[in-house]
């Protein structure tokens, strides 16, 4: 029978779950300092090249300030990728997945704490990235809605690592196929969310590159904020992208869900929670 | 523990006709990897199973802890069903298997400890007092810092039981938890279980190939090969059943020529021949019906050729067991 305090219960087993898988996300990202250094030196080699380029021919500083931001935001993506979703593969080949699936909380819990410790350090990487393009290449800022820009920054998270859970539970059941596929969609989002272009939504850019890149949530938000932090743009422009992004959520989070069910009783009917018979 | 008569304990496990098919080699058919399996575990008790590698063990266990449905048949943890009731079960039960480890590298002993800990959903405090005890009882307090990465095979396995204790589950799978371990850790671990069950209310589901670990460690023994469970009672007793009460240790010289002669002597239920080359001494192992055929049995050996220098009656072991139900030894 299910009772009240029996979903509280559970509600704060699941709760207590998603903030240990978190804490470790946070603790075990941050104490290797070759791979830190790395992830936040290398992003910053490429988007520098790109700001000094944009100065050289002759770009208006904005441009800088532009690929600044779709760096700072990129990250995210990368993020995605390597710790959402082939994370999840490593995790059945490590035998961590069983002990998931014994234990009484959601495999969605797990999930969502590696999302939130994954946003979170990212998020430190990205500000770093920031403060570079404020403090070295002096690109200009200009906010003038600083809470719209909160907002659009929150729901372009939230949609992307909807879609990173998505992912994840897709590649639960498979081997290295989760490493190919995560490496197959590494460039070309770099490069359909116009991330180191100065604007994607722009009359050079054809129009059907423009359509793909707005299936990703990433283009879409990435598009916004550059709007709000550098034309200084404010909600009433930007209110078709937030809306985007809501449906994106709508969306992934429950598909999301329902394929990582659809996953676990797949593999518990086929055996395939370990790797040992593969 | 003693129970007296018409007192019959809560049962812990029970499963009814339980079966499981793999797909195999394709054109090859499916395996079969447990077939009709019927069986009782009660409360207070660390049940074995005891079977060769393939005989379907692991496949048991993931079944009974929710990890794996099975084809046919049912199975209950404390009268709930493991496919539809999986997650109030999983509240009960932790599993350790040999040979893996799950954790995080990176992390130490403790803070693994404290993650797994969190599944459970045990308060802050309540959580690092667990931990301490566990690390002692381990005797891992000399490496609670450091990154799991870094730690031997040994102490790996070790912080893995320590993570099977974590949430101090009502019942414990531990699936050929000694596989690999070095004699000192594995005996810790045996001691460890067995002090644990005293706790009461506990039940252990235990797997081996290891018979002595089986006889030693268990209050009942379940010998499973081919997915069926071929037999199932306290060591003891199944090593009187199988031997009747009569199995005997009688050293020849020289060995026998001709041993089926006697095999076939009337009576005669087993035989094994051990041949010592540095002494010439050959030792039979004899399984008989009763005693009556001793006269017979020790003409045909003086038929052979054979001198009689020692014999007596020697203690059944679960490996007489196993030969008896299984037809070949169980090899490491
Ligand atoms: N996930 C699986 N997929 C296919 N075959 C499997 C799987 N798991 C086990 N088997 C097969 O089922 C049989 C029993 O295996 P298992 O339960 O692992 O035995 P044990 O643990 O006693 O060594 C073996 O023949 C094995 O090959
Ligand atoms: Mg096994």
Redesign the pocket.
């Known amino acids: 029978m299910i009772s009240g305090p029996t979903i509280r219960k559970d509600l704060s087993n699941n709760l207590r779950a998603a903030y240990a898988r978190m804490w470790v996300r946070l603790r075990g990202s941050n104490r290797d300092p070759i791979a830190l250094a790395s992830e936040i030196g290398l992003p910053i080699l490429t988007i520098g090249a790109y700001v000094i380029l944009y100065h050289a021919i002759g770009l208006p500083a904005s441009a800088g300030a532009a690929v600044i931001v779709g760096g700072a935001m990129i990250a995210f993506w990368t993020n995605v990728l390597w710790n959402m979703s082939s994370q999840w593969f490593w995790e059945r080949e490590q035998g961590n997945l069983e002990m998931y699936m014994v234990a009484p909380v959601s495999r969605m819990s797990i999930l969502l704490g590696m999302a939130l410790g994954g946003s979170l350090n990212t998020a430190i990487r990205a500000l770093g990235i920031v403060l570079l393009g404020i403090f070295v290449f002096q690109v200009p800022f200009q906010v003038r809605d600083p809470f719209s820009v909160g907002l659009v920054f929150f729901l372009t998270l939230a949609a992307l690592y909807s879609l990173g859970m998505l992912f994840a539970s897709l590649f639960m059941l498979y081997g290295r196929e989760a490493w190919n596929t995560a490496n197959l969609l590494q460039e070309p989002v770099y490069f359909l969310s116009g991330a180191y272009f100065p604007a994607i939504y722009a009359p050079i850019v054809p129009f059907g590159l423009q359509v793909a890149g707005s299936l990703i949530p990433m283009t879409i938000g990435l598009d916004a904020i550059r709007r709000l932090v550098i034309n200084g743009a404010s909600i009433t422009s930007i209110w078709p992208e937030v809306l985007a992004l809501i449906a994106c959520i709508l969306i992934l989070f429950p598909l999301a869900r329902h394929s990582l069910n659809y996953m676990e009783s797949l593999g518990k009917k086929?055996?395939?929670l370990?790797l040992?018979?593969q | 523990m003693f129970l007296g008569p018409g007192l019959k304990r809560d049962l812990s496990i029970e499963t009814k006709g339980l079966r499981?098919l793999?797909?195999?080699i394709p054109g090859k058919g499916d395996?079969?990897?447990?077939d009709q399996v019927d069986l009782e575990v009660y409360d207070d008790e660390i049940f074995g199973?005891l079977?060769?590698?393939?005989?379907?063990?692991?496949?048991?266990?993931?079944i009974l802890s929710t990890l794996?449905l099975p084809t046919q048949g049912e199975a209950r943890i404390k009268g709930l069903d493991v496919v539809k009731q999986a997650p109030q079960i999983r509240r009960m039960i932790n599993l350790v298997s040999g040979g893996e480890t799950p954790g995080y590298g990176i992390l130490s002993v403790k803070e693994n400890l404290w993650f797994f800990s969190q599944l459970y959903g045990l308060p802050r405090d309540f959580a690092k007092d667990r931990i301490t005890k566990l690390v002692d009882q381990l005797e891992l307090q000399d490496y609670l810092n450091t990154r799991m990465a870094k730690l031997s095979t040994g102490y790996k396995q070790r912080l893995n039981l320590a993570r099977g204790f974590v949430n101090d589950p009502a019942l414990l799978f531990l699936?050929?938890p000694t596989l690999g371990l070095d004699v000192i850790s594995a005996r810790h671990l045996r001691t460890l279980v067995k002090g644990w069950i005293k706790t009461g209310g506990k039940t252990v589901l235990l797997?081996t190939?290891y018979m002595a670990e089986a006889d030693q460690m268990c209050d009942r023994v379940g010998i499973?090969n081919h997915?069926k469970i071929l037999a199932c009672d306290t060591p003891q007793r199944l090593k009187t059943k199988v031997a009747g009460g009569a199995t005997w240790k009688i050293e020849i010289t020289p060995n026998l020529s001709q041993p089926e002669s006697v095999k076939s002597v009337q009576g005669v239920l087993g035989l094994s021949q051990n041949d010592n080359i540095e002494t010439g001494i050959t030792t039979l192992k004899l399984v008989l019906e009763d005693e009556s055929v001793m006269s017979d049995l020790l003409s045909k050996i003086r038929d052979n050729g054979c001198k009689v220098l020692n014999m007596g009656k020697s203690e059944p072991t679960l490996e007489d067991v196993y030969i008896s139900l299984v037809g070949t030894g169980l090899e490491e």
Do not use: M, Q, S
């Open positions: 086929e055996g395939r370990t040992r018979w | 499981r793999f797909k195999g395996v079969v990897a447990l199973l079977g060769p590698n393939g005989a379907g063990k692991t496949t048991l266990i993931k794996l699936d050929e797997t190939h499973i997915g």
